[in-house]
Nanobody, 116 residues
């Protein structure tokens, strides 16, 4: 099992930026696909971004393309989500996950609030 924990959430005004970080345990970090989901109040959890083990494959939800950037540091066992030009609709709890085959390990989440 991979232990995952997020950091970097907070309150920001619309148009601002935040950088989320996700730290994961384990010696085989580079084997995991890492990514982010988010869940807004009253809504289902939705996909945000993901990055393959080597960093060569990257995926984004249409709603964040061009504004968010996902990256990873395999030496440090971390994944980052740089969020720019934030909008009030980006307000949600952001969850980092580690995936290998069909197994997902989730972090507890970090709150991001974007004020208008």
């Amino acid at each position: 099992q991979v232990h995952v924990v997020e950091s970097g959430g907070g309150l920001v005004q619309a148009g601002g930026s935040l950088r989320l970080s996700c730290a994961a345990s384990g010696r085989t970090f580079s084997m995991y696909l890492m990514g982010w989901f988010r869940q807004a109040p009253g809504k289902e959890r939705e996909f945000v971004a993901a990055i393959g083990g080597s960093g060569g494959s990257i995926y984004y939800a249409d709603s964040v393309k061009g504004r968010f950037t996902i990256s990873r540091d395999n030496a440090g066992n971390t994944v980052a989500l740089q969020m720019n030009t934030l909008k009030p609709e980006d307000t949600a709890i952001y969850y980092c996950y580690a995936r290998i085959l069909r197994r997902y390990d989730w972090g507890p989440g970090t709150q991001v609030t974007v004020s208008s």
